[in-house]
């Protein structure tokens, strides 16, 4: 029996599929509902890949697994700051963008070979949030409030 | 998600920047459904023991009766696909949970009581992400989900 925690998500919005994906990946978009963080990356196969927390700590790292521009990003991902969620090892993220006339359909896969996850279950609750902050700036011009502040005393 | 309890068939939240009422008003009132429900209006009875049916000009959608209700906050009703496509199933349980979040609304919708190896679930769980993402869409933006437009206009012809 194979160990394995998995978070499925879908949304839809109204936007194109290179909007959609520079407000996943680019600073100038990040900062605004990624509660202040943005990433760095070549964007590459191979290339190093993380999140900075807006005081400089490094939130998650990993590496591009698989990049089709404005379709398909995988990235291995380890949390860096929590030392449970970090010994965890490293989970896979991936993002799939498919238009749908004038809607992208978002599908978000986050998973890691461990049974009862808590980087699974802490991200679960965190994707939602996020990706509606991303689907409000999209369609409304303005992330979900509070988007832009890293939590106190995390 | 609780170890020691069984997961349900399905669990979606969203997040909405609309108030708790607004959003138990879009998901109970025909006249926000045709925006984002697949078209669809509604007729419901809102107390325990109350019928309602999503219907539209050519046919009824799916049916059910309201088990528990706690308006705005939480609804809990059975969901029965009247024999859409030739399938016939139990009807399975939805619970709508909305709450506060800082004047924004977080809802949850779970869905369950599927019988194994279910015909049904399969497009409710695609289903529901869909007809959530147009309803946020819809209280956020005052505009249809895309899908639903050319319903809206021939309606209003």
């Given at each position: 029996?194979?160990?394995?925690?998995?978070f499925f998500?879908?949304?839809?919005i109204?936007?194109?599929?290179?909007?959609l994906?520079?407000?996943?990946?680019?600073p100038?978009?990040?900062?605004?509902y990624?509660?202040g963080?943005?990433?760095?990356?070549?964007?590459k196969k191979g290339?190093p890949?993380r999140?900075?927390i807006?005081?400089g700590?490094v939130?998650?790292?990993?590496e591009?697994?698989?990049i089709?521009?404005?379709?398909k990003?995988?990235l291995?991902?380890?949390?860096?700051?929590l030392p449970?969620m970090?010994a965890?090892?490293?989970?896979?993220?991936?993002?799939?963008?498919e238009q749908?006339?004038?809607?992208?359909?978002?599908t978000?896969?986050?998973e890691?070979?461990?049974?009862?996850?808590?980087l699974?279950e802490?991200?679960?609750?965190?994707?939602?949030?996020?990706?509606?902050?991303v689907?409000s700036l999209?369609?409304?011009?303005?992330?979900?409030p509070?988007?832009?502040?890293?939590?106190e005393?995390? | 998600?609780?170890?020691?309890?069984?997961?349900?068939?399905?669990?979606?939240?969203?997040?909405?920047?609309?108030?708790v009422?607004?959003v138990?008003?879009?998901?109970?009132?025909g006249?926000?459904t045709?925006?984002?429900w697949?078209g669809?209006?509604?007729?419901?009875?809102?107390r325990?023991?109350?019928a309602?049916?999503f219907?539209?000009?050519?046919?009824?959608?799916?049916?059910?009766?309201i088990e528990?209700?706690d308006?705005p906050?939480?609804?809990?009703?059975?969901?029965?696909?009247n024999?859409?496509?030739g399938?016939?199933?139990?009807?399975?349980?939805?619970t709508?949970l909305i709450e506060?979040?800082?004047?924004?609304s977080?809802?949850?919708v779970?869905h369950?009581?599927?019988?194994p190896?279910?015909?049904i679930l399969?497009?409710?769980?695609?289903?529901?992400?869909?007809?959530?993402?147009?309803?946020?869409?819809y209280?956020?933006?005052?505009?249809?989900?895309?899908m639903n437009?050319?319903?809206?206009?021939?309606?209003r012809?």
């Amino acid at each position: 029996m194979s160990e394995n925690s998995r978070f499925f998500y879908v949304t839809y919005i109204r936007t194109t599929p290179e909007k959609l994906w520079r407000a996943l990946t680019l600073p100038e978009f990040t900062r605004q509902y990624w509660a202040g963080t943005h990433q760095e990356s070549e964007w590459k196969k191979g290339a190093p890949w993380r999140i900075m927390i807006p005081d400089g700590r490094v939130g998650d790292a990993g590496e591009v697994l698989e990049i089709e521009p404005f379709k398909k990003l995988v990235l291995s991902w380890q949390n860096q700051f929590l030392p449970a969620m970090k010994a965890e090892g490293f989970s896979r993220l991936t993002y799939e963008l498919e238009q749908k006339g004038e809607i992208v359909k978002l599908t978000l896969t986050h998973e890691i070979d461990v049974a009862n996850s808590i980087l699974i279950e802490g991200v679960s609750g965190g994707w939602p949030e996020l990706l509606a902050s991303v689907k409000s700036l999209l369609e409304t011009g303005a992330p979900l409030p509070g988007g832009d502040t890293w939590p106190e005393g995390v | 998600m609780p170890n020691s309890q069984i997961a349900p068939d399905f669990i979606y939240v969203i997040h909405i920047d609309a108030p708790v009422q607004k959003v138990w008003d879009a998901l109970t009132k025909g006249e926000h459904t045709i925006h984002f429900w697949g078209g669809k209006d509604l007729r419901i009875d809102l107390r325990v023991g109350g019928a309602y049916e999503f219907f539209d000009e050519k046919s009824v959608g799916h049916v059910g009766v309201i088990e528990e209700i706690d308006a705005p906050r939480r609804m809990v009703l059975s969901f029965d696909t009247n024999g859409f496509a030739g399938l016939t199933e139990a009807p399975s349980r939805v619970t709508y949970l909305i709450e506060d979040r800082f004047g924004g609304s977080k809802l949850t919708v779970t869905h369950e009581g599927f019988p194994p190896n279910s015909q049904i679930l399969p497009g409710v769980q695609a289903g529901w992400p869909e007809i959530l993402s147009g309803m946020k869409t819809y209280l956020e933006t005052g505009k249809p989900a895309a899908m639903n437009e050319k319903w809206v206009e021939s309606r209003r012809a």
